[in-house]
């Protein structure tokens, strides 16, 4: 049964990633690109993370949508500014990175054995996140939401002056 939901999950999240790129109205490229995210938490689940699925829920299904969306929506492009050649210019260039990292991805999977690898830690808990984030990592961790803190700042003075 796990098998059938990974399948599903998956074929969603590329689905979804695939539908983004094609799309030509930008709004629906973000609600794809979400679909895309709540895929991927759907995922995490099934690795036995819940902790980060929520987190990948929370945090980018919800809080960077809305600001790619809020960003769309300031840039207000029209019809004729959204539409795309018929013949992307940089297509050689995308080919060509593509390949690189498919043949990268080859190299990889050459060196290392997909079977026999040794497995990682038993489960990790989000109390042992939260230690480890509030004892080894205070500073980093004091540091972000001190700049977190004036980002905030700085987008409320923004948009003080506007109004």
């Known amino acids: ?5 990974f399948l599903i999950f998956a074929l969603t999240a590329i689905g979804a990633a695939v539908a983004m790129i094609f799309q030509r109205n930008p709004v629906y490229s973000c609600l794809c690109l979400v679909l895309a995210f709540f895929a991927l938490a759907g995922l995490y689940v099934l690795l036995g993370a819940p902790f ?3 987190i990948q829920i929370i945090v980018y299904a919800g809080a ?3 600001l790619f969306l809020f960003v769309i929506m300031l840039l207000n ?3 004729e500014e959204r539409e795309r ?6 297509l050689p260039f995308a080919v060509a990175v593509g390949g690189l990292l498919l043949l990268e991805l080859a190299l990889v999977f050459r060196r290392a054995p997909l079977l026999g690898m040794p497995a990682g830690q038993s489960e990790t808990s989000v109390e042992e996140i939260g230690l480890k984030l509030f004892t080894d990592y205070i500073y980093p961790f004091e540091l972000s939401s001190v700049l977190i803190l004036a980002a905030i700042i700085g987008a409320v003075m923004l948009a003080k002056r506007k109004i």
């Open 52 to 54: 980060i699925a929520a």
């Open 1 to 5: 049964m796990t098998t059938v939901f």
């Open 85 to 90: 050649p018929k013949r992307p210019r940089f």
């Open 64 to 66: 960077i949508m809305v």
């Open 77 to 79: 492009l029209s019809a």
